[in-house]
């Protein structure tokens, strides 16, 4: 039986506004989109191109402080969205159009059990009852490849992985089994072999549930990997529109080129030194949570003016070692050094110069920066902490501070986080951390929620500010073309061990340790058919075999 292709969504001249010193200014301009039943449409482009913006008004909605222009249309399924009374777009809402936003940790209550936000659209619009709704919740868990998935949905937000919450919103998404699902950067926070089971799953929930979606990406492999149709956007306009085969094949527009040419960064590998004592030492070091071992005899070394990338999945103990490293969470065994003195297990034992010295870039601007605090007393407060300025010693500091991360000081001072950019608010993490003079920063995933023209100006940044200031870099990260770009030595973790580390140009060439030849080798490319020949590679048929993969 052959499934509907009719048109299920079809915007014609969107035009959408944004308020802005008292006026309305027009952001996106006169877009015009048509998408089938069945169909999956990538939006690309760079930060602030408008992909979010469409992809919320694809649902009738708008951030506030946005609105859209009269004369706009958005006809879902034959409803025009932009006159349906707002109660009747919230009982679309989550029914039969749904989103998967780019951070679950910011999207989901930390104060209820995942299963229960799971089941909260299936039982309002009396789809299933609760019994039958966690049930379904639990085949949806281990479609997409949860650990635990009949236990997992009982636990809370902060109890899980990132990678394993972003699967668990997607699997929310799907839970009424709508009509249209719009993904904004579903797999941003995920490693590469995570990330081949969500596409994975959710090429298979669109193929057997006939499901549209507008696919949300920085990730031109990834799209790839996703879409049947491919639309380029900057700054609000449409830039080209194709099927997917002829955009990769032979892009028209000379901004597309550059996209698809992006992320020619690669700096020079530096040599560890000779007979030199390392800045930090990782040795021994044994970790738990609670009565659970998480690490497992992890070493390793990180030299002065030298970037390590630490790599592996989720839950490989790469951030677990960062927080044994800054005092977070002090080791069971095993110590860490600091120019070969070892440091204090606790971080609130160690001296205000030992906690200067190590300081952490987060991975996502969004949640890590106060958005009810000015960007001067964001950077300013550490400057003060650990130098004693105040005053226009301060103020000058904090001057500093904006030209080393090339904002301009007078435009940046007295605004506040949410009126910035994802790179610019990533940029302001960086001058925070730089206000405490540190000798070692831990770059946690920094550049996996941007979009791969702004990630590759934070990557030059961070070069500049290694080379100028002499820093040393932990560079937690599940994204290996970074690794190629930045990183000096890389280590290898998989399930709370080292598995495999030395240098850079060494650990690309084969021959490899086989887990590291599986991330290697989950590294999406630039062709249609990546995904699906990898899985046939590993002899998995469908999603429900995925366990196949590891």
């Known amino acids: 039986m052959s499934q509907d292709k009719s048109v299920l969504l079809k915007i014609k001249d969107l035009r959408i506004e944004g308020y802005s010193d008292e006026h309305w200014i027009e952001i996106v301009h006169g877009i015009d989109l048509t998408l089938h039943r069945g169909e999956v449409m990538g939006l690309i482009g760079e930060s602030g191109a408008g992909k979010s913006t469409i992809g919320l008004a694809a649902m009738g909605f708008t951030r506030d402080g946005c609105r859209i222009s009269k004369g706009s249309s958005i006809e ?34 930390p104060a209820h059990k995942i299963i229960d936000q799971h089941t909260e659209a299936p039982i309002q619009y009396r789809i299933q009852k609760r019994l039958e709704s966690q049930e379904d919740a639990m085949e949806l868990y281990e479609r997409l490849r949860l650990p635990n998935p009949r236990e997992i949905g009982f636990r809370y937000p902060h109890q899980v992985s990132g990678g394993q919450l972003q699967r668990a919103m997607t699997a929310m998404a799907m839970a009424c089994r709508p009509d249209l699902i719009i993904f904004d950067e579903p797999t941003t926070a995920l490693d590469v072999t995570t990330q081949i089971e969500v596409l994975s799953a959710i090429r298979d929930i669109v193929d057997q549930f006939n499901t549209a979606a507008i696919y949300i990406t920085h990730d031109l492999a990834v799209v790839a990997q996703m879409a049947n149709v491919i639309k380029v956007l900057l700054k609000g306009d449409e830039v080209e529109e194709a099927d997917t085969r002829t955009m990769l094949e032979n892009p028209k527009d000379d901004y597309t080129k550059s996209l698809w040419a992006v992320r020619d960064f690669k700096r020079d590998q530096k040599p560890r030194p000779v007979d030199t004592v390392p800045l930090v030492s990782v040795k021994n070091v044994d970790a738990a949570y609670g009565d659970t071992p998480v690490l497992h005899d992890v070493s390793f070394d990180i030299f002065a003016g030298m970037t390590v990338a630490v790599v592996g999945e989720s839950g490989s103990g790469k951030s677990t070692a960062a927080r ?33 010295q190590a300081q952490m870039i987060y991975q996502m601007a969004d949640t890590a920066l106060n958005p009810k605090v000015k960007i001067s007393e964001i950077i300013g407060r550490p400057a003060q902490f650990y130098s004693g300025l105040k005053g226009p010693a301060l103020k000058n500091r904090v001057d500093e501070l904006l030209d080393l991360i090339e904002l301009e000081p007078a435009q940046y001072y007295h ?15 960086i001058a925070r951390t730089l206000a405490a003079e540190p000798a070692f920063i831990i770059c946690d995933e920094v550049t996996s929620a941007l979009d791969q023209l702004v990630a590759e100006g934070i990557l030059r940044l961070l070069d500049k500010l290694q080379k100028e200031l002499n820093l040393s870099y932990m560079f937690i990260t599940h994204d290996l073309a970074t690794v190629r770009s930045i990183a000096d030595e890389v280590v290898v973790m998989q399930y709370g061990k080292v598995v495999e580390q030395g240098p850079k140009d060494v650990m690309f060439k084969p021959p490899h340790h086989a887990y590291t030849d599986l991330l290697l080798s989950s590294v999406p490319e630039m062709d249609p058919d990546w995904l699906t020949t990898l899985l046939e590679e590993r002899g998995v048929d469908n999603i429900g075999e995925a366990a196949k993969l590891k």
């Open 415 to 429: 605004r506040y986080p949410p009126e910035l950019s994802g790179g610019q608010k990533q940029r302001i993490g």
């Open 324 to 356: 044994c490293i800054t005092g977070l969470l002090p080791p069971t065994s095993g110590e860490i050094l600091f120019n070969g003195e070892a440091l204090p297990p606790d971080y609130r034992d160690r001296t205000k110069d030992q906690l200067r």
């Open 76 to 109: 879902f399924d034959g409803m025009e969205l932009t006159t349906t009374p707002a109660s009747d777009l919230q009982s679309l809402r989550g029914a039969r159009i749904a989103y998967v936003a780019q951070s679950a940790a910011a999207s989901f209550n």
